[in-house]
């Protein structure tokens, strides 16, 4: 016990103090691409087609980007930046919720068929080194009593009733927000015959974050937007 506080107390507290502060620690995403100079043939590079051709270079649409990189080396490389503000308001989102929430949210979260990335994210907002309670957010085992509901994974056929049962069951008012290109569009899963696609098809959606998948710091930011504590960002960037 002794050795443990001893240990803490040089260590000194480690948790980020982003976004007030930037975030600066070693290990973290490299980001993500910015719209920027470029000709067709780097826009041609990108598999998803996120990149497309602009009359001032090449501008990126992030709900489709899965941060392979391959516009990150090379010739003609764009520029990536950190900032982590990467949540977005599709043009259906209901405004934030009411001042009430802006210092404490349960959420809930449900893997409608993610691949296990976005679970492994979530799972850290909860570590100390982003420690999201101290910005007022928890979880709730139960959508009875979420504020917000957090969506990742495309909608596998198996999910979509439980998916809708869960909106259903959260009490008023509430929130969706789509974790991951997965949830926004399906992703790299698409539609099928077990696949409907993003959670929009089935849910209404507020707020996305884009990303494959979203680093801890992004989701913390549409934890926030969605009490309007941050502004949204937009989801296509023009050069
Ligand atoms: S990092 Fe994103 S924008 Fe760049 S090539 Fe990969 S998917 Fe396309
Ligand atoms: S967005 Fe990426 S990490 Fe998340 S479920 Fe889809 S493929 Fe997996």
Avoid at 89 to 96: D, L, N, T
Avoid at 113 to 126: N, V, Y
Avoid at 179 to 189: L, Y
Wanted: aromatic share 6%.
């Amino acid at each position: 016990m002794a050795n443990w506080v001893f240990h803490s107390l040089s260590r000194g507290i480690r948790t980020t103090r982003w976004p007030t502060d930037p975030e600066t620690a070693a290990g973290v995403t490299p980001g993500r691409p910015r719209a920027g100079v470029g000709s067709a043939e780097l826009a041609a590079r990108c598999p998803t087609e996120a990149l497309f051709p602009h009359d001032n270079g090449v501008g990126v649409d992030f709900g489709h980007c899965v941060h392979c990189q391959r516009c990150r080396h090379g010739d003609e490389a764009l520029a990536w930046e950190q900032d982590f503000t990467w949540t977005s308001k599709p043009e259906q989102g209901r405004e934030a919720l009411p001042a009430r929430f802006s210092r404490s949210i349960h959420v809930r979260y449900i893997d409608a068929g993610a691949c296990g990335g976005c679970m492994g994210e979530i799972r850290l907002i909860d570590a100390p080194a982003y420690n999201m309670h101290r910005v007022g957010i928890f979880i709730t085992a139960t959508p009875r009593d979420a504020d917000v509901l957090l969506v990742g994974g495309p909608v596998t056929e198996a999910m979509r009733e439980p998916l809708r049962k869960a909106y259903e069951a959260m009490p008023e008012p509430k929130r969706v927000v789509a974790m991951g290109v997965c949830a926004i569009n399906g992703g790299v899963f698409g539609t099928s015959f077990a696949s409907a696609g993003g959670v929009a098809a089935e849910i209404p959606v507020d707020l996305v974050i884009p990303g494959c998948p979203p680093p801890p710091l992004a989701i913390i930011h549409a934890l926030l937007a969605v009490t309007g504590r941050t502004e949204p960002a937009e989801l296509v960037e023009n050069p």
